[in-house]
């Protein structure tokens, strides 16, 4: 639910340590949650450079189970995560912001408390890919990265995207 990409930073990498940083927190929820937006592209995809044209990192985008969600805002709040207000609170009962800082990096995590198909990659679970598709023009901004326009070619195909170096390539 971030604001839009800027165009002008596409072709520039993430901040290697804030990746690294949020990864970790990310393989500790990983047992509650699954992963959707750029970080479920991420996961999906071979070992990449990350640049900001492939995919978006500005913040985590997750679902939990509503059965789990209590087990999540506990582990969450043992891990230091605080509850952030946004303008989606007053119309949303399914929504929910946490963040943290870790190292001098901001941690956001955007969690929504739903159930969704997902699949498993490797030890993670992210929102299917179809179905992550289908999210982009509501709950997810960034529709023009490489992995969400190549991950669309090669559904369009049938070709599952997960593992594809097209998720990661842009074309020529």
């Not at 956001?108 to 997902?118: A, M, T």
Request: proline residues 6%; contains cysteine.
């Amino acid at each position: 639910m971030g604001d839009p990409r800027n165009p002008k930073r596409a072709e520039e990498a993430w901040n290697a340590e804030r990746l690294r940083i949020s990864e970790a927190e990310l393989r500790a929820l990983a047992p509650l949650v699954t992963f959707s937006g750029g970080w479920a592209w991420h996961f999906m995809a071979p070992p990449h450079e990350e640049l900001k044209i492939d995919h978006d990192h500005k913040d985590v985008d997750l679902f939990v189970a509503p059965e789990r969600f209590a087990e999540l805002v506990q582990l969450l709040t043992t891990r230091g995560f605080a509850r952030i207000w946004t303008r989606f609170d007053a119309t949303s009962t399914n929504f929910y912001r946490y963040a943290k800082y870790l190292e001098g990096a901001k941690v956001i995590l955007d969690v929504f408390v739903r159930n969704v198909p997902s699949v498993q990659v490797g030890e993670l679970r992210v929102v299917d890919p179809a179905t992550l598709l289908t999210f982009y023009g509501d709950i997810h901004s960034t529709d023009d990265c490489v992995s969400v326009l190549a991950a669309r070619t090669l559904l369009s195909r049938g070709i599952s995207p997960i593992g594809r170096k097209e998720l990661v390539t842009r074309p020529r």
